[in-house]
């Protein structure tokens, strides 16, 4: 491969030196707004037909080199009118662009290249870097929360974790359902080491026919990053910080210790035992939650230095983070560097380079910190009078929560460090006048490392270690991608045609090691070396995994009179995961049209639209973001699978898994149709959208008899479809009130419903949503005809009162206060006086089917204010925490003050047996509406007039405020409705269970321009 990387960039500039004569002219300008002549800085120059441009400086110059005469300058910027300007003969070219909102003219970018919204046959939503830099979210994907239709985000408060996104519902069921984030020609799968305020705009590709253009990759949508780059003209410097607090918001209220203790004799005479607790010796007692969580402080500062000659720009920046976690010990810190150059080699060719590096380091929070949090009995102190921590034996609550968390803190010593670079250099050549060819090459290279330390200790009876155990997990990866791409552009006439084709060739290879040892000595960090332990402990495992791809891709654009649109696209991929059975190449076509009706010439005469027009679309994805090698048999062996025969002994092996004779690409096929409209001078604008997503071929492992002799009892293969189908839509107001104040409103909303179409296993359903269940209880269930990972048990009908309401029921062996299940069906489907599994219902869906966002910008003057608004409705969770027990766990005040104490005290709440009996089974009482609506960000800014800048030397300089997820409206019970599924699970989602709650956030911050 290394061989045909340099014979093809040989070639490459073999071609750029035969056609370097190619003639040029340079033109420079100014680009300023019409309605008062101010400079519009980072405005959008560029030739038509092509992805070269640049962008104006601070002052609104710009200096650009055109290929011939025949060029065409393009200058666009959001929310102004977009003009197109001949060259012809000039050699200054200044562009004064009106203020409109006619979002059809605005510049969006697209696979492999760049449209006019009007352009755009598919549905492509834009956000601004500024946009997302404002707000004080840690990953730049946060925030996007609330902005996008159809675009769904689950935040973490762990500090460095990333955020789930889901695009139009879930694409997958196994493997990763994030999208495709492509950074600057670079494919990620997290873009966690990325400052947000380095991103010009982020451009979310949400239907098939947008997204196939990345066929191999696209199937849970694509997300393209384009960062900041130099522009020409003096040095500006930008600092941006801020600095503030996060706490934990709707913190649980648990019971106290007086509480707890009569709760738990309750549970104890219950089971026929005497009390165990006097609660009139006990007070509040510990509150776990306010001894181990904290106010957290959080700070960032970003500094970048950009510029550019009549040859060259430059871009260099530097970030770092700093973020508190609101588990005491846990932070995170991030340091990012940044630089970028683009150089006008010959008039005709053009090079650049962008290089990214980061490296983090985190104190990890304690595993099962939040369980033991909810868990912990508050009769036991964190620490004695003599200083020892507090020992639940001492109270006799049993094993179910024998631990002190404080004591789970202290000698948790975990951290994990990781490092990241990655770069791409591309070479532009206009070949011939509207014919470029642009090659790139792009990788990453990233390893981590997670150290843990288990020291020797005894705090409590449990808690307590004999055996020092140190273990390092060290993986990493290396990653390449090679693109060349060839693009037409012609227009003759009311013709307007775009052609391109190109190549791509991948290669992605992981590697982990794991190693430990035990009893190594602790004097300080730089002492933990595994040859410290003993020699016939230590242990070192690896794995890995390598998958290459080679993809070629075209795609024709067509309009007439800026009227009648067409896109057409294919892509051709072919992925070393699928090389079983000759199945390696998939094929993903895509097609869409439009319509501008405004255009049209019987339009002219109306005045009420501004913009009209309809849009659809059809397309194929592809997904390659599962396991390798899902089609070899794989064995174990070990000692319990030797045999002795002749006298001799003979290692064994037991087949691992079943597995399907082939596995075919997961495919997805998409529909979408739209409507765009501008009314009212333009300052109501509007988009709609319906689509349907059908997922195809979907992998899933689903259970298999365990008695057939497999390590693993299930089978992972095509085994289903799926489908997304749903209603968008986007309404922007903006307009201004005398000279001083302009604003604009943002509402945008989502329906989406998610549908089983067909599993391989036909009727009998795939079970899943073990987490936070005990005795191996199930909560989730996906069968045909329901969405993925819908909540299944059994419909609570109230709480039995008396031993005489137990004789009459279904469940004899109940007890009074346990839960009274609706007996619905027997073998011959009727019901037959028993509870069994075939009573249990769809209880719940853990796929949200209302997403919504109000955006509102406010500018008087110097003065800007922000408010965002974000929710979710129809959507619900499964609260585990209230029914993870083994034992005496502690119980919230909203249960011990309406728990079943007696006959006649509740027939909603069971006892404080809640944990037995068959009160564990996933019922409809641990499922709870997930719909909340959140004040997401409020900001308030400070403009300094220029009169101030000029005598502090400086070019702007803005102060303001911050308030995130400060308010929130809910009904669920527990820490937070947004809780994230297991990554690699959608059959897992909205299950709660020890999941890291969100925080607000309260900060202060500055922007200062020099």
């Known amino acids: 491969m290394k061989t045909t990387v340099r014979i093809l960039y040989m070639h490459v500039f073999l071609f750029c030196s035969i056609v370097s004569f190619a003639q040029g002219i340079n033109v420079t300008g100014k680009v300023t707004s019409g309605s008062d002549g101010s400079a519009l800085p980072g405005a959008s120059v560029l030739i038509k037909g092509t992805t070269t441009g640049v962008p104006t400086d601070i002052d609104g110059n710009y200096t650009i080199q055109v290929p011939s005469s025949e060029s065409v300058l393009v200058f666009s910027m959001i929310g102004m009118v977009a003009q197109e300007i001949p060259v012809g003969t000039q050699t200054v070219i200044n562009a004064a662009l009106a203020e409109d909102a006619k979002s059809l003219n605005e510049v969006v970018v697209v696979g492999y290249g760049t449209q006019r919204k009007l352009d755009v046959t598919g549905s492509v939503a834009q956000i601004k870097g500024e946009e997302i830099s404002r707000q004080p979210s840690m990953n730049a994907v946060s925030g996007l929360q609330g902005k996008v239709a159809g675009v769904q985000i689950n935040n973490s408060g762990k500090p460095g974790e990333a955020p789930q996104i889901r695009i139009r519902g879930v694409g997958t069921a196994y493997g990763s359902a994030n999208p495709l984030y492509v950074v600057d020609g670079v494919w990620f799968d997290d873009i966690s080491f990325l400052n947000s305020a380095d991103i010009e705009s982020?451009?979310?590709?949400?239907?098939?026919?947008?997204?196939?253009?990345?066929?191999?990759?696209?199937?849970?949508?694509?997300?393209?990053?384009?960062?900041?780059?130099?522009?020409?003209?003096?040095?500006?410097?930008?600092?941006?910080?801020?600095?503030?607090?996060?706490?934990?918001?709707?913190?649980?209220?648990?019971?106290?210790?007086?509480?707890?203790?009569?709760?738990?004799?309750?549970?104890?005479?219950?089971?026929?035992?005497?009390?165990?607790?006097d609660p009139s010796q006990y007070g509040e007692g510990t509150d776990w939650y306010n001894q181990i969580l904290r106010t957290a402080k959080v700070n960032n500062h970003q500094l970048s230095i950009s510029g550019g000659g009549e040859k060259s720009t430059y871009n260099l920046s530097l970030g770092f983070l700093n973020q508190e976690g609101v588990v005491q010990k846990n932070n995170f810190k991030r340091y990012t560097a940044r630089l970028q150059n683009d150089f006008q080699v010959l008039k005709s060719l053009k090079v650049g380079y962008t290089a990214t590096g980061s490296y983090s380091k985190s104190q990890d929070e304690a595993g099962g910190i939040f369980r033991q949090l909810y868990a912990a009995g508050p009769v036991v102190p964190v620490y004695n009078a003599d200083g020892s921590y507090g020992d639940p034996n001492d109270f006799g609550l049993g094993d179910a929560n024998n631990f002190n968390p404080q004591v789970t803190i202290d000698f948790y010593n975990q951290n994990t460090k990781r490092t990241l670079l990655t770069a791409n250099a591309y070479a532009e050549l206009n070949v011939l006048n509207g014919l470029t060819f642009r090659t790139s090459l792009g990788g990453r290279y990233s390893q981590d490392e997670t150290r843990s330390y288990t020291p020797q200790y005894a705090a409590t009876l449990k808690q307590q270690n004999t055996t020092s155990v140190l273990q390092f997990v060290r993986p990493q990866t290396r990653y390449w991608i090679f693109e060349n791409t060839l693009t037409y552009t012609k227009e003759f006439g009311n013709h307007n045609f775009t052609a391109l084709i190109g190549q791509s060739a991948q290669r992605d290879q992981s590697y982990q090691l794991t190693a430990s040892a035990l009893n190594v000595p602790y004097s300080s960090e730089g002492d933990l070396y595994l040859t410290l332990g003993n020699a016939d402990s230590r242990y070192v495992t690896d794995q890995g995994d390598l998958g290459t791809y080679a993809s070629y891709f075209g795609r024709v654009n067509y309009s007439f009179a800026d009227r009648y649109l067409l896109n057409a696209s294919l892509r051709a991929d072919g992925s070393s995961k699928f090389f079983q059975g000759g199945n390696a190449w998939g094929y993903f076509p895509s097609v869409g049209a439009g319509w501008v009706i405004s255009n049209e010439p019987f339009m002219e005469s109306q005045k009420f639209f501004d913009n009209l027009k309809i849009r659809g679309s059809w397309g194929k994805i592809g997904n390659a973001s599962v396991p390798s090698n899902l089609s070899t048999l794989t064995v174990a062996t070990g000692g319990g699978l030797a045999a002795v025969f002749g006298g001799q002994l003979n290692t064994g092996a037991s087949i691992n898994t079943i597995i399907p004779p082939t596995t075919y690409w997961e495919r997805g096929v998409g529909t979408d149709v739209g409507l765009e409209a501008a009314i009212l001078d333009s300052r109501l604008s509007l988009e709609l959208d319906y689509y349907s997503k059908k997922t195809e071929r979907a992998i899933f492992d689903i259970p298999v008899l365990t008695s057939i002799g497999t390590e693993s009892g299930r089978i992972v293969g095509n085994q289903a479809n799926f489908r997304n189908k749903g209603f968008e839509a986007a309404l922007t107001w903006r307009d201004e009130i005398g000279k001083d104040l302009t604003y604009s409103i943002g509402l945008n909303g989502s329906i989406n419903d998610n549908t089983v179409l067909s599993v391989s296993s036909g009727s009998n359903p795939i079970y899943d949503g073990g987490v936070g269940l005990t005795s191996g209880a199930l909560a989730t269930r996906t069968v045909v005809g329901d969405p993925i990972g819908s909540f299944y048990g059994l419909i609570v009908d109230g709480i039995f009162q008396n031993a005489d309401e137990i004789s009459k029921s279904a469940q004899p062996n109940a007890k009074p206060g346990d839960f009274r299940y609706r007996d619905i069906s027997g073998t011959n489907g009727t019901p037959d006086g028993a509870i069994t599994g075939l009573d249990r219902q769809v209880i719940g869906n853990p796929n949200p089917k209302y997403t919504y966002g109000i955006n509102t910008s406010w500018n008087y003057k110097t003065i800007d204010l922000t408010l965002d608004f974000q929710g979710v409705a129809k959507v619900d969770i499964y609260n585990a925490n209230m029914g993870w027990r083994y034992g005496n766990e502690n119980f919230t005040k909203d249960f011990f003050d309406n728990r079943w104490h007696g006959e006649g005290t509740s027939n909603t709440y069971p006892s404080a047996n809640i944990g037995g009996g068959t009160n564990y089974l996933p019922n409809t009482f641990f499922v709870q509406s997930g719909s909340y609506f959140r004040v997401r960000n409020a900001q308030l800014g400070y403009t300094f007039p220029q009169s101030v800048n000029e005598k502090l030397k400086i070019r702007k300089l803005r102060l303001y405020a911050n308030a995130q997820n400060a308010l929130n409206f809910f009904k669920y019970k527990g820490l937070s409705p947004e809780v994230r599924a297991n990554e690699n699970k959608p059959t897992q989602a909205g299950i709660d269970a020890n999941v890291y709650p969100i925080s607000a956030t309260y900060n202060f911050g500055i922007n200062v321009t020099f």
Do not use: C, H, W
């Open 202 to 277: 982020m451009n979310i590709l949400k239907d098939a026919s947008s997204q196939s253009i990345y066929g191999v990759r696209a199937a849970n949508g694509v997300v393209l990053i384009t960062t900041k780059r130099g522009k020409s003209g003096k040095a500006v410097v930008d600092y941006n910080g801020f600095a503030g607090f996060q706490k934990v918001t709707n913190q649980i209220e648990m019971a106290n210790a007086r509480e707890y203790a009569t709760m738990v004799n309750e549970l104890s005479n219950i089971n026929g035992k005497p009390n165990i607790l």
